[in-house]
């Protein structure tokens, strides 16, 4: 069965330090992996995906994250935490259903805290 | 902006009650998601549309009802409302054989 996992409930990290978000996933076949970010008030915003190719990912608002297979896990990461980048963050893996589209299973959401 | 859009922003209603919410896709894109996101139950796919035609059910309640019309627009229809049905309703757009969604701004329903 498809699943994901993020252990954290809540992050915190102090401005300018290095920032991660957890992800594990259970898959069957190649892992297509999402990150999303909501903030308050506010729909899901697509930050970044997995797919093939290199396992580090490059994403929007100087978002990236590692994929690795061994470990099952797509951490989201960024060098140097800014405020404004507080805010609910959720990992997806997508589940191809039998008529070939495809729906995206979401983690339960890590808060993150970004103190100045 | 992801160019979804989601009619009206907040809703309030009673217990017992039926109410409609509307989702316009991006532009282009024929799929349509619902979920509902609530605080204990966290963010649940509700059911999928593509091209007026549903295509994957989730969580679903009998209660529940969607709609894809011909013009792309989704509406998603919740009867018999039960104080438990307060969420925030998304709605998704994307392509079908892409998978990356875009979300639209949310409906805030509260049940009193």
């Known amino acids: 069965a498809q699943s ?57 608002y100087g978002f990236e994250a590692e994929f690795n297979k061994s470990q099952t896990s797509f951490h989201l990461k960024k060098p140097s935490a800014l405020v404004s980048d507080s805010a609910l963050y959720f990992c997806a893996v997508r589940f191809a259903t039998s008529g070939g589209y495809n729906k995206l299973i979401f983690g339960a959401g890590t808060r993150l805290a970004v103190h100045p | 902006d992801s160019g979804v859009t989601q009619t009206p922003k ?7 009650q ?60 919740l009867s018999s409302l039960e104080l438990g049905d307060s969420a925030l309703y998304f709605c998704a757009s994307g392509e079908k054989y892409q998978d990356t969604q875009y979300f639209g701004p949310g409906t805030r329903l509260t049940v009193l």
Do not use: M
Request: glycine fraction near 8%; hydrophobic fraction near 30%.
């Open chain 2, 18 to 77: 039926r109410v409609t919410l509307r989702c316009s896709p991006r532009s282009g894109d024929l799929s349509v998601y619902w979920y509902q996101q609530s605080l204990d139950q966290g963010l649940q796919f509700l059911i999928q549309y593509y091209n007026g035609e549903e295509r994957a059910k989730g969580n679903i309640l009998e209660r529940f009802s969607a709609q894809q019309f011909p013009d792309l627009h989704s509406e998603l229809n």
């Open chain 1, 4 to 60: 994901v996992a993020q252990p954290e409930d809540q992050v915190n990290v102090a401005e300018g330090n290095p920032l991660t978000v957890k992800c594990t996933y259970s898959v069957s076949g190649n892992p297509y992996l999402f990150w999303y970010v909501q903030y308050p008030n506010r729909g899901l915003q697509f930050l970044l995906k997995y797919i093939t190719g290199d396992n580090l990912v490059k994403g929007s």
């Open chain 2, 10 to 16: 907040h809703l309030i209603t009673a217990t017992g």
